[in-house]
């Protein structure tokens, strides 16, 4: 997109990233995804053939993970319902702890992310819709506790283990502590 008012370009923008402003999560207008310009298509295009490859490797990551993790006391780990078949984009754990689990991993190295710390409804581009906290409890809770563990094709097996037993210790030492 070219333009010579600036004005509009960061309006375009804006709209192509999710409706976003100035902090990653807050959406201030309804928007969509349209960041895929043609170089990053072309080379996509190619990328494509190893897709399959590379979802297979992301499951047995997820297996190790969900192997390492079950039991753990305070952490529930996603699941693939009956009939689905995930593409594993992100392992997100939950836990009533996350701000101070995610701490921890950071202090060890370990890069998590928090993908979507506002619900929908309470999203600035929302608020015509009338949303108030207290409207969606499940949602505003998840916000809360949803952390994603380092996940990607070529994460040696070895760092899926490092970082199962960081979470599993810290989880041991909170419930140890309680």
């Given at each position: 997109m070219t333009s010579n008012d600036a004005a509009f370009l960061a309006r375009v923008r804006q709209i192509a990233n999710h409706g976003g402003g100035a902090n990653k999560y807050d959406n201030l207008v309804v928007g969509t995804n349209s960041r895929l310009d043609t170089l990053q298509a072309a080379v996509l295009r190619v990328k494509l053939r190893h897709l399959d490859g590379w979802n297979a490797e992301r499951v047995q990551r997820v297996r190790a993970y969900t192997e390492a993790l079950e039991g753990v006391p305070g952490i529930v780990v996603p699941r693939e319902r009956a009939g689905a078949r995930s593409a594993?984009?992100?392992f997100t754990i939950r836990t009533k702890d996350r701000d101070a689990l995610q701490e921890r991993l950071k202090a060890?190295?370990?890069?998590?992310?928090?993908?979507?710390?506002?619900?929908?409804?309470?999203?600035?581009?929302?608020?015509s819709a009338?949303?108030?906290?207290?409207?969606?409890?499940?949602?505003?809770s998840l916000?809360?506790?949803?952390?994603?563990?380092?996940?990607?094709?070529?994460l040696p097996l070895e760092e899926v283990a490092?970082?199962?037993?960081?979470?599993?210790?810290?989880?041991?030492?909170?419930?140890?502590?309680?």
């Open positions: 594993w984009h992100l060890e190295g370990i890069a998590t992310a928090v993908h979507y710390p506002r619900p929908l409804h309470l999203q600035p581009a929302m608020a009338g949303g108030r906290p207290g409207d969606l409890p499940v949602s505003e916000t809360r506790e949803v952390l994603c563990l380092p996940l990607y094709p070529e490092r970082v199962a037993s960081e979470v599993r210790s810290f989880c041991t030492d909170t419930v140890a502590r309680a």
